[in-house]
């Protein structure tokens, strides 16, 4: 070894520096990776709705900026759910019942102009009400799918940034950079509408517990993969 390496000096150096370079970028790339899964604080926000949620409205009209001291605030709770939105990085799947809030609306908007992959299962009878957001969402291109039974899907919950799902998704798309990001799950009784979210009594929590997050994306994968024949009627329904 040493006497190749008399008589091959400077194939030796490049060989090691070479190595070396590759080591260095394996062990960059590793920390990075091990860095973007890392999550960020713990997140345990409840949101509750009733019947003095809307009683500032008023002061919401006066010029910004404003902060409103209303605990139970529409307005500040569904910045709250939008906020979370506008963190998405790689998916969102939405299992709603009806959804009709515009501000939600755009977060999903400005979330697929970055990439954002989005999935929704809705109820087959609410899908094509009138004001219903899903059907917008569809338009943009995002898949839609529904039980086709006379049982209602009555879920109201999100998950954004699942860990598993990101897996996948990266696994599909080894090309992008890895993105720091944190799983986290919306959910509650309030149907994401005027109604759900100003008037009635409702709760909304938002969570980034590792359990939950993982429960309700095994059950919106298990929903997503047993109404997969659904898509077309969705489709049906717009036209
Ligand atoms: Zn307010």
Not at 55 to 84: D, E, M
Not at 204 to 226: G, H, L, N, Y
């Amino acid at each position: 070894m040493y006497d190749w390496f008399n008589s091959h000096n400077k194939w030796a150096a490049i060989t090691i520096g070479a190595a070396t370079v590759a080591v260095s970028k394996l062990i960059f790339a590793t920390i990075k990776y091990a860095r973007s899964r890392k999550s960020n604080e713990e997140v345990l926000t409840i949101l509750i709705f009733n019947e003095l949620s809307g009683s500032c409205g008023a002061n919401h009209l006066k010029k910004a900026p404003f902060k409103c001291q209303n605990k139970y605030c529409t307005r500040s709770h569904i910045q709250r759910i939008v906020y979370q939105i506008d963190q998405a990085q790689y998916c969102i799947d939405i299992a709603i019942y009806t959804f009709t809030i515009i501000e939600l609306l755009e977060a999903f908007k400005r979330a697929l102009s970055r990439g954002v992959t989005i999935r929704v299962i809705s109820d087959h009878e609410m899908i094509c009400s009138s004001g219903s957001k899903v059907l917008s969402l569809n338009r943009l291109g995002v898949e839609v799918r529904m039980p086709e039974t006379t049982a209602m899907m009555h879920h109201k919950f999100m998950v954004i940034d699942e860990r598993a799902r990101v897996d996948d998704l990266r696994l599909k798309d080894r090309k992008s950079k890895p993105r720091a990001y944190q799983s986290v799950v919306v959910y509650g009784s309030a149907n994401w509408t005027l109604q759900g979210f100003n008037g009635n009594c409702e709760n909304c929590v938002i969570t980034s517990d590792k359990q939950m997050t993982k429960k309700f994306q095994t059950e919106f994968d298990r929903m997503w993969k047993s109404f997969e024949c659904s898509s077309r009627n969705v489709k049906a329904c717009i036209k």
